[in-house]
């Protein structure tokens, strides 16, 4: 099974960029849909954007479309969330998520967290001035 850690998040001014990197190891990260999912204090976790296995086909929450990216680099197990134009209400604990799937490589992800089970600790993300 595929073990996830995430990485780059800290304090940022409104504005600002962070890139979040998930770093997969233990099996084939081109075997895995990601999602990157956030959670932040008294609200429920929601999907911020998925990504495909062919990395073709993405997805994003309305509230960070235009200003976040999805990216995957399955030679090095990694996938990544460029986060621009940065707001406060983008503070959260982000994490990433894998789900193996079989079959069509080019099929949809869905950024639902229950269909998600494999699950990384998360990264703080802090958009204040």
């Known amino acids: 099974q595929v073990h996830l850690v995430e990485s780059g998040g800290g304090l940022v001014q409104p504005g600002g960029s962070l890139t979040l990197s998930c770093a997969a190891s233990?099996?084939?990260?081109?075997?895995?849909?990601i999602g990157w999912f956030r959670q932040a204090p008294g609200k429920e976790r929601e999907g911020a954007s998925c990504?495909?296995?062919?990395?073709?086909?993405?997805k994003y929450a309305d509230s960070v479309k235009g200003r976040f990216t999805i990216s995957r680099d399955d030679a090095k197990n990694m996938v990544l969330l460029q986060m621009n134009s940065l707001k406060p209400e983008d503070t959260a604990v982000y994490y990433c998520a894998a789900i193996r799937t079989g079959g069509n490589i080019h099929e949809p992800c869905l950024p639902y967290a229950s269909l998600y089970n494999y699950w990384g600790q998360g990264t703080q993300v802090t958009v204040s001035s």
């Open positions: 233990r099996s084939p990260l081109e075997d895995y849909v």
């Open positions: 990504i495909n296995r062919s990395g073709r086909r993405t």
